[in-house]
């Protein structure tokens, strides 16, 4: 059974800092593109950042570029986005998803609050 | 940015009937490499979203073939030739042509009327 399982979400005052952690299990984590996507609450989705299969490559949401940063770990089979200089803007539940041509998985999020 | 426009907004449907949505692009979806990355995604209430179609036409594994996607360039379709109570939910196009940012449109909520 695939499973993507996201950790760290919580209540953070505005210019904290937050790590989000995802850890992977039931398929091979090293072969996918690993992406995190946050929905804001009532609202759609929008995609934050992705990293290649080998964590070589990284790409950023204008927004969010500098501010946050993906990392991944294959030996641990785990997804990482460490949040800082937060803002009020990037509540949202933040998804961990991983691609392939042919497969497409999602975690069930963890909530981010950013708010004084 | 790439923008993708979907409508209708809203879309209340009669169980057993079709539905079509369509998910318009600000500029050609096509690759340098010739292929076109335009996907399919449901969110049921509560739920993470999942993915149904990729690369416009293809359906992923698991999904009814009530289920179907089409179009190219700048303009696709998803369609639900019979629609049943568990496709409820809202619906995203989400292109990966040119990238980043890799970017989704605003959501179709279908309903059953």
């Known amino acids: 059974e695939v499973l993507l399982v996201e950790s760290g979400g919580t209540l953070v005052q505005p210019g904290g800092s937050l790590r989000l952690s995802c850890a992977a299990s039931g398929f091979t984590f090293s072969k996918f593109w690993m992406n995190w996507v946050r929905q804001a609450p009532g609202k759609g989705l929008e995609w934050v950042a992705n990293i290649n299969e080998d964590g070589i490559k990284t790409y950023y949401l204008d927004s969010v570029r500098g501010r946050f940063t993906i990392s991944r770990d294959n030996a641990k089979h785990s997804l990482y986005l460490q949040m800082d200089s937060l803002r009020v803007e990037d509540t949202a539940l933040y998804y961990c998803?991983?691609?392939?041509?042919?497969?497409?998985?999602w975690g069930q999020g963890t909530l981010v609050t950013v708010s004084s | 940015d790439v923008l993708l426009t979907q409508s209708p907004l809203s879309l209340p449907v009669t169980l057993g009937q079709p539905a079509s949505i369509s998910c318009r692009s600000s500029e050609s979806l096509v690759h340098s490499d010739g292929n076109t990355y335009l996907n399919w995604f449901r969110q049921r209430p509560g739920q993470s979203p999942r993915r149904l179609i990729y690369r416009v036409s293809n359906r992923d594994s698991g999904v009814p073939d009530r289920f179907s996607g089409s179009g190219s360039d700048t303009d696709f379709t998803l369609k639900i030739s019979r629609v049943e109570a568990e496709d409820v939910g809202i619906y995203y196009c989400m292109q990966g042509s040119h990238w980043p940012p890799i970017t989704f449109g605003q959501g179709t909520r279908l309903e059953i009327k």
């Open positions: 998803a991983g691609t392939l041509v042919t497969d497409d998985y």
